[in-house]
């Protein structure tokens, strides 16, 4: 397979600055929340307890999600930067242009992921 053009290049680098800014965003956005939610249980219901926690935990996976997805796009920009983008980590063969404008983070091709997967 080709390696990616300057255009495509051009393109991606887009939507990982994008993806940067909206990351860094939700993060910032979302680490007071987990941080701060304080349990009190003479004050607060059972039930409206577990809800707190269940809020909590979800907010606290989907912050997990965006910081490690927040990692991959500032390694990809770095790798960017190197011209070193768009190759496999594990093959070493150039991810398809369709994947990384769907995942432009994504450091395995198709066939290396989906093996992963396994
Ligand atoms: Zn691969």
Redesign the pocket.
Known sequence: MDSLNVEQIASLRATLEQLLTDLRKQVALASPATSTVVLNQSKVGRLSRMDALQQQHMANSTLQQAKKRLTLVQKALGKMSKEDYGY?E??G?VIAFARLQARPEAQ??L??QSQQEQ
């Open positions: 496999c594990r093959c063969e395995l091709c066939k290396c």
